[in-house]
């Protein structure tokens, strides 16, 4: 990559690739002030990005180029598309620090049978934070006017989506609860140890969901998630499938839930009996093997903590493990990402059982819900969570809400159909519901 005056644009003739200009410049933090409201309303939901934690991340507007794709090798079609984007831009990057320069936001189809396209999305500014640091990023085609020096200024705040209804989608819960059943039988005579099942909701609210309503609430109410939008999915999730950072590659494994009752002392004591739940246990050793499995394959060393600690959010607790280890093979983070999906958190043990059943008893697609969703430098850098407790924009006014549970020997389908509502609260309270 070079860095001559945008009038040395090249035209790539026959090239699949928008040629991009990339520019990023430190700006100081107190002009960034709160990132997500920096957003300006969109006037389609999936015209924004965030990826957002305690103050920090992304957030960006405006499409100057989007990738899309279906099927098996969707990961791999992503990453050359990325390469070939990167290695032709012009950029200029006073920052050089991971996520400075060419940055695309990702949300990938959990399954290669679905219809759903993945995507990958370059917005035209990017406003980062880490630590002491902010920046803008912006990035034009040679056929976009460059915008103007950006005004950083806080948004008026979104407005309310109005009353908004609920209603089972593909399968009513009683249903599902049947699916949890049946999954259970298939585990204790075959071969299958967990599989991960999913049910879908349908909120419809009075008037246009504005992402920004969602975001904000979300990040004030769990504070510990990864609050993001990427091409009208929005949610907040606690699961860090993997990051990558100048070769250092750490995952936060979560499996094995309870429900809070918002009772702390009670809540204590219920963290300690999910610490010593053999079933939770089991379900959370399945999610850690296959995630250290496929780490090992790319890293020169690995460390994986024996026991799991108790991730605290406001509506569940979880089993979480951090795994780290240090890549040997110059992978990035989403050929890393698109090895270790689907891990045991979202299908289940032996995968290719796991994702039959899933198949044939969701009788859903789950579209971009539980893939892969994040953001990739052009050096590979980047962080790619699972899109959990999460809803996909099916129309300005409608989002699909997802919520799937770990089932193995033990489980009992009452309490799976209570865990699932605990882990569709974070959007239902969102939306206002
Ligand atoms: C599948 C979801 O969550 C996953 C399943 C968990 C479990 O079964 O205990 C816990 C965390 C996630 O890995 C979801 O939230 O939809």
């Not at 193995?408 to 009452?414: I, K, L, N, P, R």
Request: glycine residues 10%.
């Amino acid at each position: 990559m070079t860095s001559p005056s945008p009038v040395d644009v090249p035209h790539p003739l026959g090239s699949q690739h928008p040629a991009l200009v990339v520019r990023t410049v430190a700006v100081p933090t107190a002009r960034v002030g709160d990132l997500l409201a920096l957003l300006p309303e969109p006037e389609d939901a999936g015209d924004i990005v965030s990826w957002v934690r305690k103050g920090e991340g992304f957030v960006g507007w405006g499409r100057v180029a989007t990738f899309r794709a279906t099927g098996v090798d969707r990961f791999e079609q992503a990453q050359s598309w990325w390469r070939g984007v990167t290695s032709e831009a012009i950029v200029r990057d006073d920052v050089d620090e991971p996520g400075t320069g060419p940055i695309a936001f990702g949300s990938m189809a959990y399954s290669r049978r679905s219809g759903t396209e993945s995507v990958l999305v370059v917005p035209e500014v990017v406003v980062g934070r880490r630590g002491d640091l902010a920046w803008v990023t912006t990035t034009t085609t040679d056929s976009t006017v460059p915008p103007a020096d950006e005004p950083l200024a806080a948004q008026p705040d979104p407005r309310d989506p109005g009353e908004v209804v609920f209603a089972d989608r593909d399968l009513s819960t009683q249903g599902w609860a049947q699916a949890v059943e049946e999954a259970v039988a298939r585990i204790s005579t075959g071969t299958l140890d967990k599989v991960v099942l999913a049910r879908a909701v349908q909120a419809t609210a009075g008037h246009r969901i504005d992402p920004r309503w969602l975001l904000t609430r979300l990040a004030e109410d769990y504070d510990t998630t990864w609050v993001f939008a990427v091409d009208g999915l929005v949610g907040a999730t606690p699961e860090m499938l993997v990051r990558l950072e100048r070769g250092l590659v750490t995952s936060r494994v979560l499996a094995g839930t309870i429900r809070r009752t918002g009772d702390d002392s009670h809540d204590l004591a219920l963290a300690g009996s999910l610490a010593r739940s053999s079933k939770d246990l089991e379900e959370h050793e399945y999610a850690v093997r296959s995630v250290a499995d496929a780490l090992t394959a790319h890293t020169s060393s690995i460390n994986v903590p024996e026991t799991p600690f108790v991730l605290h959010l406001n509506n569940v607790m979880h089993l979480a493990t951090d795994v780290a280890g240090v890549v040997r093979d110059g992978s990035t983070s989403l050929a890393l990402a698109a090895s270790l999906h689907p891990s045991a958190a979202v299908c289940g043990t032996p995968t290719m059982d796991a994702d039959t059943v899933i198949a044939e008893l969701e009788q859903m697609d789950r579209g971009r819900y539980a893939g892969p969703v994040g953001w990739m430098d052009a050096s590979g850098d980047g962080e790619w969570g699972i899109a959990l407790r999460c809803g996909w924009y099916e129309s300005p006014q409608s989002l699909r809400l997802y919520a799937g549970c770990g089932i193995v020997a033990g489980s009992v389908a009452e309490d799976e159909v209570a865990e699932s509502v605990a882990k569709l609260m974070p959007m239902r309270s969102a939306l206002g519901g």
